[in-house]
């Protein structure tokens, strides 16, 4: 089970990259492996400014529908238009090019309460 070292994760299954005061913001190959084949990514809430935990949007597999929950608080200010016509990229390159979002962070002591890789592993069993 692929946890990259570099990342930081959520209790949600999701994991995010830092990059100056811009997060993106994926699902876990955990999530996307649990899920199953991903047949859509619904994200609704581009340009708006969002607080930690709520409801960015949803991803459906062919068994389910999920909600997507904000690690961060802050302004999404960009989606992967290219999980429109090929959502199955989130099962694929959950880590590359199945990324969802891109977040302007508002708060960064919220960082610190992400997991890291170890505290993720742990939590799924890795």
């Given amino acids: 089970?692929?946890?990259?070292?570099?990342?930081?994760?959520?209790?949600d299954h999701e994991w995010i990259s830092i990059e100056?005061?811009?997060?993106?913001?994926?699902?876990?190959?955990?999530a996307q492996k649990?899920?199953?084949?991903?047949?859509?990514?619904e994200v609704e809430t581009l340009d708006q400014?969002?607080?930690k935990?709520?409801?960015?949007?949803t991803v459906e597999a062919v068994k389910t529908v999920s909600d997507?929950?904000?690690p961060l608080t802050g302004e999404i200010i960009a989606f992967?238009?290219?999980?429109?016509?090929?959502?199955e990229t989130v099962n694929s390159d959950p880590y590359g090019a199945g990324w969802m979002i891109k977040v302007k962070i508002a708060n960064p002591a919220e960082i610190e309460e992400l997991l890291s890789d170890a505290a993720y592993k742990e939590l799924i069993g890795a």
């Fill in 49 to 51: 400014t969002l607080d």
């Fill in 80 to 87: 992967n238009d290219d999980l429109e016509s090929a959502p």
């Fill in 1 to 11: 089970m692929s946890v990259p070292s570099n990342l930081k994760y959520t209790k």
């Fill in 34 to 41: 649990e899920l199953g084949d991903i047949v859509y990514v």
């Fill in 53 to 57: 935990d709520a409801v960015f949007g």
């Fill in 68 to 70: 997507l929950f904000l």
């Fill in 20 to 30: 100056g005061d811009i997060a993106t913001v994926g699902i876990t190959h955990f």
